[in-house]
């Protein structure tokens, strides 16, 4: 295994349980925090990347491009970045969030759609940024199919392509065949980036490093959608122990949890009955509350709704199936319960 380098993305995973409400002064003690304790890169922006603070995906507190100002304001050693969906930011918030601080742009597809990210990478090498590609719902493909979408993003400009398990549905295994497969085939980096939703946040880092990740990522506390990620302070502690901390303060990412992040949150995420479901379905956590209100409407269980888009492979974007999906299963049901009434 390798040293990685760590970016930790509570200021913007963590945007998802904050619901977007974070102020330029909790941003800049988060900050501050993070950069004295030799973190290297700190992620910066709206839960959904540029320009996601919306009726859709919910308004910020704050403008994002306030935000990027504040923590460039104040990391002395840290180099900032952003995410950024093609389809939900454009050029117009790139190129805003490259003057107002941005250093690195981490360009998010779903991981079967990496051609649609070409014109975003080539305005990052424009802009002169660092660029990272995101693969997410990783676990929806195999490592065979996800190397030719790594190596698009590769011959596009990306200096490193993410591994990235949105679902927190893989195991292990899942994680650590995939970054073999694209460390085999691509001549950047490639990195991986955890959540929680099956307890295999850290583990999971782990076998991607055993893998040959270059780098990887973590939260504050874990404060990240669904579960959470993989805890910051928990991987350097890890990698200490390792032998492998790449210059991270242990104690110092441990106070930053505890005494500046954890006042500030809403709840503790851990995996629930709702997040380990989303993990062991392997679909978005938006769907969860569109499945739980289905569910009420037609009696079906929420959970059985989760599993059956799951096995549909459904992705954002088709929150519609939800709706056929509990009409499906409703009426499965009210036919096995036919079925049954005849042989009585």
């Known amino acids: 295994m390798k040293t990685p380098r760590l970016t930790d993305t509570t200021l913007r995973d963590g945007s998802h349980p904050m619901r977007h409400q974070f102020t330029r002064q909790q941003v800049a003690a988060i900050v501050q925090a993070l950069d004295r304790a030799g973190v290297p890169v700190i992620e910066v922006s709206h839960g959904d990347g540029l320009a996601g603070s919306s009726l859709q995906y919910g308004f910020s507190h704050t403008s994002e491009f306030d935000l990027i100002e504040t923590a460039r304001s104040n990391a002395e050693r840290a180099r900032i970045a952003a995410l950024m969906l093609p389809g939900i930011g454009t050029r117009r918030e790139l190129k805003e969030a490259a003057a ?44 065979e199919e996800l190397v030719e979408q790594a190596r698009l993003m590769e011959a596009y400009g990306a200096d490193c392509v993410y591994i990235v398990d949105s679902a927190g549905a893989m195991l292990p295994q899942d994680a650590a065949a995939r970054v ?154 009210q036919s096995s319960t036919q079925r049954g009434h005849l042989y009585e």
């Open 180 to 333: 073999r497969s694209l460390k085999a085939a691509l001549s950047v980096q490639v990195g991986f980036h955890a959540h929680n939703n099956l307890g295999l946040g850290v583990a999971n880092t782990l076998a991607a490093l055993e893998a040959g990740a270059d780098q990887i990522d973590g939260c504050l506390r874990g404060l990240g959608a669904g579960a959470g990620n993989a805890a910051t302070e928990l991987l350097a502690a890890v990698l200490d122990r390792l032998g492998m901390n790449p210059g991270l303060d242990v104690f110092g990412l441990m106070d930053a949890a505890e005494y500046i992040v954890a006042p500030i949150m809403p709840f503790q995420p851990f995996p629930d009955r709702d997040a380990i479901t989303i993990g062991y379905a392997g679909v978005y956590s938006t769907f969860l509350l569109h499945a739980k209100q289905a569910g009420a409407q037609y009696n079906v269980d929420p959970r059985e709704i989760l599993v059956e888009l799951g096995r549909r492979q459904a992705v954002a974007g088709q929150e519609d199936w939800i709706i056929d999906v509990a009409l499906d299963l409703s009426r499965r049901r």
């Open 100 to 143: 107002r601080g941005v250093q690195i742009v981490r360009i998010a597809t779903q991981c079967t759609e990496a051609d649609i990210s070409e014109q975003h990478f080539g305005l990052a090498k424009e802009l002169g940024l660092e660029t990272v590609g995101f693969l997410m719902m990783a676990h929806m493909r195999s490592p």
